[in-house]
């Protein structure tokens, strides 16, 4: 079964620096997605993007934040100058397509990814 | 604004019987979907069970139903013969069509006793 894969698996860092987080949706998708988890707290929606762009983002995804395809496999999360605050589970997702249908299929469902334990100290 | 609400942070059951996770939400948005994931100590976040607004009946799958009253905004997930398998942090979300964005609730820890 196809499955959304992150690398790292835990990622520490130190205050100020930059930190890339890697993400491999599945393979047809279009649409992906950064979550974030604070040890304890609730999921955190990000960031969404299509099409080589942000389709949404969050107030938490703020100038520190960005994301980006490199390439046809691969979409990155790069948080500049960590902050301890930063320190969290990170989830990547994707979906087949765009939002959901007031029919009822959960065929644009997010699959998310494992996750990055970051720690920022 | 969209909102989810968990009231219960942490849930015990006996292996074999069945348990009421509750979930309420608020949108403005007439056409949404509701989800429940399974999030397990290893931290992974797992599908269970999915529900559109418009949906005539409850979703089930396999041995995950979700109880779903539109008048009283309430999602609940109803797990029948609990396992010790079950034991792990479960997340009601909702996502409004047209959107992207998934919010989620608090969570509900599930222990489930042998």
């Known amino acids: 079964e196809p499955e959304v894969t992150q690398t790292p698996s835990h990622q520490v860092t130190q205050m100020g620096q930059e930190v890339i987080l890697r993400c491999v949706p599945i393979?047809?998708?279009?649409?992906f997605y950064w979550y974030r988890q604070i040890l304890g707290q609730k999921v955190e929606f990000l960031v969404s993007?299509?099409?080589?762009?942000?389709?949404?983002k969050s107030e938490i995804f703020d100038d520190q934040f960005s994301v980006e395809r490199p390439d046809g496999s691969n979409f990155t999360l790069k948080i500049r100058s960590t902050k301890l605050e930063d320190s969290a589970m990170y989830f990547c997702?994707?979906?087949?397509?765009?939002?959901?249908?007031?029919?009822?299929?959960?065929?644009?469902?997010?699959?998310f990814g494992p996750g990055t334990r970051l720690t920022v100290t | 604004a969209q909102k989810i609400t968990q009231t219960q942070p942490g849930m015990f059951v006996q292996e074999k019987e069945a348990v009421t996770l509750d979930c309420t939400y608020d949108?403005?948005?007439?056409?949404?979907?509701l989800f429940w994931y399974k999030q397990p100590s290893s931290g992974e976040m797992i599908f269970l069970i999915y529900?559109?607004?418009?949906?005539?009946q409850n979703a089930t799958e396999g041995r995950y139903s979700l109880n779903f009253q539109k008048a009283r905004k309430s999602a609940n997930l109803v797990i029948s013969a609990s396992q010790l398998g079950d034991s792990a942090m479960y997340f009601c979300?909702?996502?409004?069509?047209?959107?992207?964005?998934?919010?989620f609730g608090a969570g509900t820890r599930l222990f489930v006793k042998a």
């Open positions: 997702a994707s979906s087949g397509g765009d939002s959901l249908v007031a029919s009822g299929r959960s065929s644009r469902e997010q699959y």
């Open positions: 393979s047809n998708h279009l649409y």
């Open positions: 993007f299509y099409n080589n762009e942000i389709s949404e």
């Open positions: 949108t403005s948005d007439p056409s949404y979907g």
């Open positions: 529900q559109g607004s418009y949906d005539q």
């Open positions: 979300a909702m996502r409004d069509t047209g959107g992207f964005k998934t919010i």
